[in-house]
């Protein structure tokens, strides 16, 4: 959406160059396409639904971390957007030259910190002396997940400092689980992930990994800026949306006064926060959270 907004005004103050304006239009298009080619080919989770699982003994659980996901591919760091994280050299010291998928993170309740970290080109090591490169899985290799798990244990635990694999455990029932997730968000974490132990490496959504939070997250992309009334007259109201599922919805709560006075841009993707879904398929109490970070 940025991408498309970007280039139409690129288009419109294009009219009347000379050809060399032409090429140069050109060859920033080829470059931002590419670089949306260059994004890693990760696995992503889909949301816990009790009656989609049937039996929990089936699955390993480890916490949900709130951090900055990393794909390391033998030699870079890599977003999940494909850029290049400017991580220091003595950092990956000893990393593996076969691909690792993980989490850039500080501590629980620390997104904001480690996000400001890997976005800078030049970061202090005091900075990145905070980060550990979480580990939950190994794409490369074509072994089910209990393996891979195993591997991981076996190759990475000593290798480097900086590297820490997520540690993966078992349950019985409903109840256990219930129990270690009051657990994990007591203790400021965001949640769990269920991992089928028999699933291979998938690249995009899988079915075989899911995410337990009591609150649930996603992106929409803003449609437009709704006035305020009362109080907040003269700033905005409220966003509407599109989730990436195409439906439309108004997001109101949330926002500081700040982010009233700037809203996030039109075109912009933002994180927001709900309580389920109505009938109807639309987040219930949808609560702003934050413009997502483009790493």
């Known amino acids: 959406m940025t ?17 060399g304006g032409l090429a140069f239009f050109f060859v920033v298009t080829a470059e931002l396409t590419a670089a949306e ?16 699982i049937t039996k929990l003994s089936d699955y390993l659980i480890s916490e949900k971390l709130d951090g900055v996901r990393g794909y390391w591919n033998g030699s870079d760091m890599l977003s999940r957007s494909g850029r ?21 993170w500080i501590d629980r309740n620390h997104f904001e910190q480690v996000s400001a970290i890997v976005r800078k080109n030049n970061a202090s090591k ?18 089910p997940f209990i393996e891979r798990y195993e591997k991981a244990l076996a190759d990475l635990s000593q290798i480097s400092p900086y590297i820490n694999v997520i540690e993966q455990f078992s349950i019985g029932d409903q109840a256990e689980l219930d129990a ?35 609150v649930y997250d996603a992106e929409a992309v803003v449609l437009a800026h709704q006035q305020g009334k009362g109080k ?30 700037n809203p996030p841009k039109v075109g912009s993707v933002i994180t927001f926060k709900y309580y389920g879904k109505t009938q109807k398929g639309t987040p219930r109490f949808a609560s702003f959270l934050r413009v997502r970070d483009p790493f």
């Open 3 to 19: 991408k498309i907004s970007w280039l139409s005004s690129e288009l419109n103050s294009f009219v009347g160059l000379c050809c």
């Open 37 to 52: 080619m260059a994004k890693p080919p990760i696995q992503l989770a889909k949301e816990y639904k009790q009656q989609r």
């Open 84 to 104: 290049v994280i400017n991580v220091p050299n003595w950092f990956v010291e000893g990393f593996p030259n076969y691909p690792i998928d993980g989490e850039l």
């Open 126 to 143: 005091a900075e990145w002396l905070q980060v550990s490169f979480m580990v939950f899985d190994l794409p490369a290799e074509s072994t």
């Open 180 to 214: 270690r997730l009051n657990v994990i968000v007591e203790a400021n974490g965001e949640g769990l992930m269920l991992h089928r132990k028999t699933a291979h490496y998938q690249i995009g959504r899988s079915n075989d990994i899911v995410k337990l939070k009591p």
């Open 232 to 261: 907040y007259t003269g700033m905005m109201g409220a966003l509407l949306v599109e989730s990436m599922q195409g439906k439309r919805f108004s997001i109101g709560s949330g926002f500081t006064d700040e982010e009233r006075r």
